[in-house]
């Protein structure tokens, strides 16, 4: 299923569940939701969400930020001949690495950014470096398309936000939105695996990403939240 469909409807059908169990809808437990709509798919350098972060002028720039220090490696005299042409392409080469891989290159440059310099947002920094680190280096639709992950993140956002004075709905707000995002994606032909290592795949062969009927079934899943959501916050507001 499409990133922005992904938005849509684990967004809407969560917040309208939040509202109808009588939690508080929030700032924080907004944009927790419509962030863990999308993490399922931070796996996958060209997913929504990634290309949102890193987006093309930040892959242009590390380009041109890579040619320039092979460039001075071949002139600076670090290394010895013929190391230093060695070292130059090495370094010049990355830079010609596809979009994905440089994608996964800045997530990974990202983290230990993170783990360096951001003392001053301890906890989330860790967090987002260890998100990072880990979704640079898993295929796509593993780990983060399980029930681990959707127990890890409720969990991770329960303990951190036992702090806040207005996070005590984030967990669920988290949690719920990520399951849903599993969800939608059962009901692509490819589907999920949801408690590796065991084989069972969850998978209703509706639709396939990127087809006109997947894009008539996405469309229809959207109708639906909105008309859930309408008669929640509209409707029937609380």
């Known amino acids: 299923m499409m990133g922005k469909s992904h938005f849509i409807i684990s967004t809407g059908i969560t917040l309208s569940v939040m509202n ?6 929030t700032v924080p437990a907004v944009a927790v939701a419509a962030v863990s709509s999308l993490l399922p798919d931070i796996d996958e350098p060209n997913s929504l969400l990634v290309r949102s972060a890193v987006p093309e002028p930040m892959l242009r ?6 040619i320039g220090a ?17 070292l130059a392409l090495l ?11 440089l994608r996964q ?10 783990f360096a310099f951001a003392d001053d947002y301890d906890p989330w920094n860790y967090i987002a470096a260890c998100i990072l680190v880990v979704a640079s280096v898993v ?3 593993g780990i983060t398309h399980t029930l681990y992950a959707v127990a890890g993140w409720g969990a991770l956002l329960y303990f951190v936000s036992l702090g806040m004075n207005d996070g005590g709905s984030l967990w669920i707000a988290g949690g719920l939105s990520y399951a849903l995002h599993l969800l939608a994606d059962s009901l692509t032909q490819r589907g999920i695996t949801p408690l590796p290592p065991l084989p069972f795949k969850l998978r209703l062969k509706l639709m396939s990403t990127g087809t006109k009927k997947g894009s008539g079934v996405e469309k229809v899943c959207i109708v639906l939240t909105l008309l859930l959501v309408v008669y929640v916050f509209v409707i029937t507001p609380s």
Request: a positive charge.
């Open 70 to 86: 092979a460039i001075y490696l071949y002139f600076a005299g670090i290394a010895e001949p013929p190391w230093h042409i060695v």
């Open 105 to 114: 290159l800045v997530m990974l440059l990202i983290a230990l950014a993170l």
């Open 20 to 25: 109808l169990l009588g939690y508080e809808i």
């Open 91 to 101: 370094v010049g080469s990355v830079s010609f690495l596809p979009g994905r891989r």
């Open 139 to 141: 295929p796509h639709r």
């Open 61 to 66: 720039l590390l380009q041109v930020a890579l």
